[in-house]
């Protein structure tokens, strides 16, 4: 699959990674949803409240990723939360995910990024080996935390 382009998506590109970004959800056991998908995503893009760099080969999508921009206190500089990761299972291990990452870790450079952020389900295993081989460390300073909100 040599013939993967990686590039920023623009409000056209919306069904196309909708698509995508349902099956992401649904690999994390969410119920389909097309319509709130795009409408999400159409949000994020329009209020430039992310990045989604979208992965195609041979004119077809087949992955993308979202990063979401943030800031590190400590550090005093721009970080990013690399959200979302998704290759179609066709497209798998073929180099798209090493790709979208690269393309992800390209991105936050050229905008004066500190450092990239990911979690990941701690079963998704071939995800982990992807970003440890491609230099990324398993925290060992900080645990995560979450606090449930309910609307």
């Known amino acids: 699959m040599n013939s993967i382009t990686i590039?920023?998506?623009?409000?056209a590109d919306l069904d196309v990674v909708a698509g995508l970004f349902d099956g992401y959800r649904?690999?994390?056991?969410?119920?389909?949803?097309l319509v709130g998908a795009r409408n999400f995503l159409r949000a994020r893009v329009e209020h430039g409240q992310s990045v989604i760099l979208l992965a195609e080969s041979r004119g077809q999508a087949v992955g993308f990723t979202q990063l979401y921009p943030s800031f590190s206190s400590v550090s005093m500089a721009r970080?990013?939360?690399l959200n979302d990761l998704y290759v179609a299972p066709s497209?798998?291990?073929m180099?798209?995910?090493?790709?979208?990452?690269?393309?992800?870790?390209d991105h936050a450079v050229q905008m004066g990024a500190v450092?990239?952020?990911l979690n990941t389900d701690v079963k998704n295993v071939p995800a982990q080996a992807l970003y440890e081989s491609m230099g990324w460390a398993r925290d060992q300073k900080f645990y995560t935390y979450h606090l449930t909100l309910k609307p």
Not at 95 to 105: D, N, Q, T
Request: hydrophobic share 40%; net charge positive.
């Open 7 to 11: 590039r920023q998506t623009v409000l």
């Open 26 to 33: 649904q690999f994390y056991d969410q119920v389909s949803d």
């Open 79 to 81: 970080v990013y939360v």
């Open 91 to 93: 497209a798998r291990r």
């Open 95 to 105: 180099g798209v995910g090493e790709r979208l990452l690269k393309a992800a870790s």
């Open 115 to 117: 450092r990239l952020s």
